[in-house]
């Protein structure tokens, strides 16, 4: 039976993840990108998410705990942020396939993620190593309106 929610779990899983840097601000781009170079991070760390977690400097929240994701919140000085560890690498890369779709800044190493903001994905480069990529959302499916304005949008609101 896990292998048929195995899709609905992940994509449940990068929404969680994505909507916590999303909590924060509305703002889409207008933090400062750091020069090429300017820090040095570690090789990309291995290990259990709790392991990740010790190396983060972050108590984690696991949130889930399937057979195919591992995901827990952390907080650290820094900020906010999800991490996720996954069994497979097949299973990493549709997470981060389907989170792109999103938007966001994304610490990648082998067989985890981390996601939050901008702030949050540099300070941890420099505890766990791992290369950062970043997407633009993507507005599929329209809600018939206003040309694709985010101008007053109501998605990053909830208790």
Not at 50 to 62: F, H, I, M, S, Y
Not at 75 to 97: C, H, P, S
Not at 107 to 122: F, K, P, S, T
Request: with cysteine; aromatic share 4%.
């Amino acid at each position: 039976m896990r292998t048929k929610r195995t899709r609905p779990a992940l994509a449940a899983a990068a929404l969680t993840a994505l909507a916590l840097p999303l909590l924060g601000a509305c703002d889409a781009g207008g933090g400062e990108q750091p020069a090429a170079g300017a820090s040095a991070s570690p090789s990309p760390a291995t290990g259990t998410l709790e392991q990740l977690a010790a190396k983060a400097g972050c108590e984690p929240d696991v949130q889930t705990d399937a057979e195919e994701i591992r995901q827990a919140n952390c907080a650290t000085g820094d900020g906010k942020y999800v991490l996720a560890t996954f069994a497979t690498d097949r299973g990493q890369r549709e997470w981060i396939n389907e989170a792109n779709d999103y938007g966001g800044s994304y610490l990648v190493g082998r067989r985890w993620v981390a996601v939050g903001d901008d702030r949050a994905v540099e300070a941890l480069r420099g505890r766990l190593g791992g290369a950062v990529e970043t997407a633009s959302p993507h507005h599929q499916g329209g809600t018939g309106g206003d040309g694709g304005s985010e101008e007053g949008h109501q998605g990053h609101h909830g208790s």
